[in-house]
Structure formats: structure tokens, C-alpha cells
């Protein structure tokens, strides 16, 4: 899971759905990226970034269960 993409975009009041559409990606596609089983294009997280105003790194981390 991207623990920060999500913070970053219910930050934003947005859902799911309003980020894939401001990306012109699917909603599915969005929610790969969102829960980490794909890691999506580069021009997306430089969207991401510019949209949530945070490091596109830090919102590519991904968390792991168990971890601190």
C-alpha cells in the first residue's frame, strides 16, 4: 500500500475516482498504483506530485504490514 499517495489525495478531498480522471487513467489503473501492484508511468507520478504537492518519491513509497 502507498500509505502517502492515499493520505495525499484524501488531503485533497478527492476521491479515487477524481484522481484517475485528472490522470486519464482508468479507476482500476489508479487503485493498482494506489495499493502498489503496479507502479505506473512516470509522466503520472510527475501529475501526482504536481496535484498533491508532495516529493513524487515519498508518494511511491510503499508501506509494508508490520512495518513502523
Request: aromatic share 8%.
Amino acid at each position: 500500500m502507498r500509505k502517502n499517495l492515499k493520505e495525499a489525495r484524501q488531503k485533497a478531498s478527492m476521491t479515487q475516482k477524481q484522481v484517475a480522471e485528472y490522470l486519464k487513467i482508468s479507476v482500476t489503473a489508479y487503485q493498482s498504483m494506489e495499493y502498489g501492484s503496479m507502479l505506473g508511468k512516470i509522466k503520472h507520478w510527475d501529475s501526482l506530485e504536481d496535484l498533491f504537492g508532495v516529493n513524487q518519491r515519498t508518494l511511491r513509497e510503499i508501506s509494508y504490514p508490520n512495518s513502523k
